[in-house]
């Protein structure tokens, strides 16, 4: 989570990422290439994803609630 916390502005997304049971993303992703990027575990509820592109990139185990993607 500290590792993913320090890309959340960052316009390029990639790598991996892998949540702990009880992290929760709730964030605002706008104008963000995700890109070769993993995302395990944790929760995102509440999240927009504005304008994001995404290549190669997959959620696994992640729990996703309330999230919107937007154009």
Known sequence: M?????VLSQPLIQGE????EGDILDY????QEFI???ITGGSMIDSSFEDCIFRNTTFENVFMDDIDFVR
Do not use: G
Request: proline share 0%.
């Open 17 to 20: 990422f892998c949540l702990k």
């Open 28 to 31: 605002l992703w706008k104008n």
């Open 36 to 38: 070769e990027a993993h």
């Open 2 to 6: 500290e590792y993913l916390d320090k």
